[in-house]
């Protein structure tokens, strides 16, 4: 970059006053002229074979434009192959983990069989989505009912039924991870304890639900889609391979997105019916899905089972670890073995555990399809990891901190390596900073000398306040690319474009910093588009903290390329070397004299064909750069977090007083942005520890479906978050930075808990289950009190 000055800096946001003056723009908002709406009838019933659909009634209907069924798209929308590049693992991988995958292909509306319920069987498009709604309800499937999984143990056990006749066992996808003499550790070990941990099912509830609109030009043979999605290019992929264009045909649109959180970055079936419908209407087509479908619909996420063992010495050193844990991929598992490695690969966190070994198993269900959810895998990986920790330390005496501090990795072992591969097959190298000494400014930051020497009681007896403490480590930034542009128009203006789409996460705002680094110009010279696939040809998405440090170093090569372009115009047209030359405003000037300077309008005129034109010797015209980065591999985030809470043991109400958090996320680009997001994931952590949980009956009726059943926290829930920035920057890109979107979601389960066992202590309560309500409290402390067995053990 050409200096550094706005990178780092605390700059507002740029998107904001769209925002809060009502003029954003979502799907719902955009209504072309003719546009009709599509409601789809979706399974009432978990398991069941589809033997007739009656449409008679829902087709004459007045104000309905058709209905549609499995038999009637055949042909006409290819199967869908979402899974196809999810099957596949590097070579390193498959040879160090061993994974078995199992293909199992799902309908893009259910032609013989449905597996869960809400999904999609009939699509009915009307002039009104209550027209569509209403003629749903007339629609008549006679369903022949299967027996039903709903618990993954189950699914496993000899003889349970297949939900996949070509997925034995209901075992999709499996994998095993041995580093270490396991045995051995575990034969010699002074110690040795056993947990069951359950992590249960969650939906990501960003605060816009999913949509998509389509509008196919004939005459242009162009397809317009409009998705409120994470993963545009994605979406255009998948649309074009199943609709049979070619991928310059189909432009999909991401306009401002009110959140995703992971499961937006599937692409489905309802984005490719709605294309297919406007192709084969003639006219726009939209679906915006409600609250209830999303509850039903769109995917879920956690729900992992773990089995662990742990030896360990009498000073609290971890020595060996197994675990073997299942995780529930519900109906059909579209992303494979993501979220199931990313916990393996995660679970040591920043603890040494030199002896590894772990087993992770994906079972069909008759649940909603499992996806990534922010953490994808990794809060599961540390709220096992760090309850174990928590447990060692109790059942020896010891204070946590102190065992927590002989188990950290050290400054002296950095770059770490961990034994086994990321999954993009790269060896999993730690780029982390001085880890005790973060975990030395943590405790002092929350005051654990004086919690440690002070009573416990703070309301009448019955209040107590516990600190428990958490860790995380996160692999960010990954590939396989990301692309942006930096032009300069005919008027002078500077434009970035990227690849990537925004839904929350400033990227108008810190991008424009990173491009008016490169550039030697201020952020509100730079204009920022993106989630446009018509803007840059190739692109991922956002999702899995990856921006910052893909398109970010996109962002940052393409701006420093358009620059010197620029100055070499403008050596050309003030007789200067381009050395000599700096930014002022919109002029570029000879270094010392404001007078000799050339506007860039006036630079973008001579980089243009034409008569005008100069330009340096052998230099072609435009002034257009593009650059794709192609990380070699991940970095690694990281962080230690301290929760502090006052638990109430007559009613076994929790109170989250306050979260701190030490965290490395290498160079900040805007530490007011990454507050802001991890701000937003302490919220999104406090609700997976205390509220949120996704119920099924025995039947695979989903239990809570509206946000009277399933509980979010509000604002008043939320705790103070006083974070502690440490900057070790990355040495896998130029900008030096590490992904931070997803850090404050991981750590604030496991360390709620510990705090809620501390603040117990004279009980000798634990915990192995999420989330954990004033009931559940309650419970232990009342089992407790009268000698029968307490907690979740």
């Known amino acids: 970059m050409a200096t550094e000055v706005h990178v780092g800096r605390r700059m507002a946001r740029k998107e904001d006053r769209p925002l809060v003056t009502g003029t954003g723009r979502f799907v719902a908002d955009i209504r072309p002229v003719g546009t009709v709406d599509v409601a789809f009838g979706r399974s009432p019933v978990a398991h069941a074979r589809i033997e007739a659909i009656g449409t008679e009634a829902a087709t004459a209907m007045d104000g309905v434009v058709g209905v549609y069924t499995a038999p009637d798209i055949q042909g006409q929308v290819q199967p869908f192959t979402l899974f196809v590049d999810q099957e596949h693992t590097p070579p390193s991988?498959?040879?160090?983990?061993?994974?078995?995958?199992?293909?199992?292909?799902?309908?893009?509306?259910?032609?013989?069989?449905?597996?869960?319920?809400?999904?999609?069987?009939?699509?009915?498009?009307?002039?009104?989505?209550?027209?569509?709604?209403?003629?749903?309800?007339?629609?008549?499937?006679?369903?022949?009912?299967?027996?039903?999984?709903?618990?993954?143990?189950?699914?496993?056990?000899?003889?349970?039924?297949?939900?996949?006749?070509?997925?034995?066992?209901?075992?999709?996808?499996?994998?095993?991870?041995?580093?270490?003499?396991?045995?051995?550790?575990?034969?010699?070990?002074?110690?040795?304890?056993?947990?069951?941990?359950?992590?249960?099912?969650?939906?990501?509830?960003?605060?816009?639900?999913?949509?998509?609109?389509?509008?196919?030009?004939?005459?242009?043979?162009?397809?317009?889609?409009?998705?409120?999605?994470?993963?545009?290019?994605?979406?255009?992929?998948?649309?074009?391979?199943?609709?049979?264009?070619?991928?310059?045909?189909?432009?999909?649109?991401?306009?401002?997105?009110?959140?995703?959180?992971?499961?937006?970055?599937?692409?489905?079936?309802?984005?490719?019916?709605?294309?297919?419908l406007s192709m084969r209407l003639g006219r726009p087509v939209c679906w915006i899905e409600d609250r209830n479908e999303h509850l039903v619909a769109t995917g879920q996420s956690r729900d992992q089972v773990h089995t662990v063992e742990v030896a360990y010495r009498g000073d609290g050193t971890i020595t060996g670890l197994r675990d073997r844990f299942l995780l529930d991929c519900g109906a059909f598992n579209p992303f494979s073995i993501t979220c199931a490695y990313n916990t393996a690969a995660h679970l040591r966190g920043l603890y040494r555990v030199p002896a590894y070994r772990i087993r992770g198993e994906c079972v069909l269900t008759n649940k909603t399809p499992n996806v990534p959810y922010r953490g994808a895998g990794r809060p599961e990986a540390t709220f096992v990891m760090d309850r174990v920790v928590d447990v060692v330390a109790r059942r020896l005496g010891l204070d946590p901190a102190e065992v927590i501090g002989r188990n950290l990795l050290t400054v002296a072992e950095m770059p770490c390596d961990r034994g086994m591969p990321y999954r993009d097959g790269a060896p999993i190298v730690y780029d982390c900073g001085d880890v005790p000494a973060s975990f030395d400014r943590l405790l002092r930051q929350v005051g654990y000398a004086e919690h440690r020497s002070a009573t416990r009681e703070v309301q009448d007896g019955h209040v107590r306040r516990g600190i428990g403490f958490a860790t995380y480590v996160e692999g960010t930034g990954k590939g396989p690319h990301e692309g942006a542009r930096a032009l300069l128009d005919s008027r002078g203006d500077i434009i970035v474009l990227a690849g990537c789409t925004p839904h929350g996460q400033s990227h108008e705002t810190a991008f424009s910093q990173v491009a008016a680094d490169a550039l030697g110009v201020s952020p509100e010279q730079i204009t920022f588009r993106a989630g446009d696939t018509a803007l840059v040809p190739y692109g991922v998405g956002t999702f899995a903290s990856r921006s910052a440090v893909t398109a970010g170093t996109a962002v940052a090569v393409a701006g420093g390329r358009l620059r010197q372009r620029i100055l070499a115009v403008a050596g050309e047209l003030l007789e200067a070397a381009p050395d000599d030359l700096e930014f002022q405003d919109s002029t570029v000037h000879v270094q010392g004299d404001v007078t000799s300077s050339v506007t860039l309008h006036q630079i973008a005129a001579a980089a243009a064909p034409g008569p005008a034109a100069r330009l340096p010797a052998g230099m072609d015209h435009g002034m257009d750069e593009s650059y794709y980065f192609v990380p070699p591999t991940v970095t690694f985030a990281s962080g230690l977090m301290a929760a502090v809470v006052d638990v109430d043991t007559e009613t076994g109400v929790i109170d989250v007083r306050k979260i701190v958090l030490v965290h490395d996320s290498g160079r900040l680009i805007n530490p007011m942005v990454v507050e802001g997001q991890i701000h937003g994931g302490v919220a999104q952590g406090v609700g997976t520890a205390l509220y949120e949980r996704l119920v099924y009956d025995d039947t695979g009726q989903p239990l809570t479906t509206t946000f009277m059943d399933y509980l979010l926290p509000t604002s008043m829930e939320v705790p103070k978050v006083e974070q502690i920035h440490v900057e070790t920057r990355s040495d896998r890109n130029p900008l030096g930075v590490k992904g931070v979107g997803e850090a404050g979601t991981i750590s604030p389960p496991p360390a709620i808990v510990n705090a809620v066992v501390d603040a117990l202590a004279p009980l000798s309560v634990e915990f192995s289950e999420l989330p954990l309500t004033p009931e559940v409290v309650l419970d232990a402390v009342l089992a407790a009190r009268s000698g029968r067995t307490g907690g979740q053990r």
């Open 93 to 276: 991988l498959d040879q160090s983990i061993h994974p078995v995958i199992r293909p199992c292909d799902m309908d893009v509306l259910a032609l013989t069989r449905v597996r869960y319920v809400g999904q999609p069987v009939v699509a009915i498009v009307a002039e009104s989505r209550y027209l569509a709604e209403d003629a749903a309800e007339l629609v008549d499937i006679d369903y022949e009912e299967l027996p039903v999984l709903t618990d993954p143990e189950a699914a496993i056990a000899p003889g349970a039924p297949l939900l996949h006749e070509q997925v034995p066992g209901n075992v999709q996808a499996s994998f095993d991870v041995d580093l270490g003499a396991v045995d051995a550790v575990f034969a010699e070990a002074e110690h040795t304890a056993s947990f069951r941990f359950l992590v249960p099912r969650v939906a990501g509830s960003p605060i816009e639900t999913r949509g998509v609109l389509a509008v196919h030009d004939p005459v242009q043979e162009e397809l317009t889609v409009w998705s409120s999605t994470q993963t545009p290019y994605m979406v255009r992929t998948r649309i074009a391979e199943m609709l049979g264009l070619a991928e310059q045909q189909v432009r999909v649109i991401a306009p401002d997105v009110g959140g995703g959180f992971g499961p937006k970055v599937q692409v489905y079936p309802e984005e490719i019916l709605v294309a297919h």
